[in-house]
């Protein structure tokens, strides 16, 4: 049965300043969504929220995965749950190679770590390497990789459009239920918004559901979104089908302001 993943009334924010407002979304897998929205509106707050991370508090409301609540589980909880997320600012981290990163990240979604294996050889609550190596081998090329990235440190040194395909890379190699993806196009020249997307096009099918957060119609000519929400100033205030997204292209966020009113500002 396809999963389901349910944001509910949802409000939260830091140091109680509430930034999302009464988030409804339901999401299944198998579905693209497209969420779009003026800066600042709190796109990637809710996706920051949906993957747990620490510093945003949840007030009021639910996330739930096939009817299960999650706010009580840590990040990596939910990663495990299926949940993933593909960050706008991907950080670097000097000294550990992509290859390592993604071995010890699919081990542990995989539940390869979870395992108690205290008389094993070292590194035995890995997933054996050469079938690591052969899968990471398989999607590099499907997304047309370089080899030599998988030595290269995480991110250090990467072009933003080397970062956005690592990010798309993870998402391969990790298969979860859910992939959120903040701005995967993003500072991308013409040709690297299709090469992702192209990636993004090769993983979706039934057992994913994918929310994209984008701020171009241009990436939703080659992922067909299902639906596409308009978000503002915490909340999603507008559903449709691909063609709003294009409505938004066109004419901006103005009649969105005209309609629900400038957002309050909180002290
Ligand atoms: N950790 C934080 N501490 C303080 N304020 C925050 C924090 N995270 C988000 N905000 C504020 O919440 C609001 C929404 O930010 P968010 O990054 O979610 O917007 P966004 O819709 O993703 O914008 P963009 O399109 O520019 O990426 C902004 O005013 C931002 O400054
Ligand atoms: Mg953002």
Do not use: C
Request: net charge negative.
């Amino acid at each position: 049965m396809a999963s389901t993943l349910e944001i509910r009334d949802l409000h939260a924010g830091v140091e109680g300043k509430e930034i999302l407002k009464g988030v409804n979304l339901t999401l299944h897998q198998g579905e693209i969504h497209a969420l779009m929205g003026p800066n600042g509106s709190g796109k990637s707050t809710l996706a920051y929220v949906i993957m747990g991370h620490p510093q945003y508090e949840v007030y009021s409301g639910d996330i739930l995965l096939d009817g299960e609540s999650i706010l009580d589980m840590s990040p990596d909880e939910r990663a495990r749950a299926g949940i993933f997320l593909a960050f706008q600012y991907p950080v670097a981290i000097p000294g550990v190679t992509v290859a390592h990163f993604l071995r010890q990240a699919v081990s542990a979604v995989r539940g390869y770590t979870a395992q108690k294996n205290t008389n094993g050889p070292v590194g035995s609550n890995l997933i054996p390497l050469r079938e690591f190596r052969q899968e990471l081998n398989e999607k590099m090329r499907m997304l047309g990789i370089d080899p030599s990235f998988a030595r290269r440190y995480l991110n250090d040194g990467f072009s933003g459009g080397e970062k956005k395909r690592l990010e798309i890379l993870q998402l391969a190699m990790l298969r979860p239920k859910f992939a959120i993806l903040d701005e995967t196009d993003s500072g991308l020249d013409i040709d690297a918004v299709r090469a992702v997307a192209e990636g993004v096009k090769q993983l979706v099918g039934p057992d994913l559901g994918v929310l994209i957060i984008t701020h171009y119609q241009r990436i939703l000519n080659y992922i067909e979104p299902h639906y596409v929400h308009v978000f503002y100033d915490g909340r999603i205030v507008k559903s449709g089908g691909p063609e709003l997204a294009h409505e938004l292209e066109a004419q901006g966020y103005e009649w969105i302001r005209r309609e629900f009113g400038e957002p309050v500002a909180h002290a």
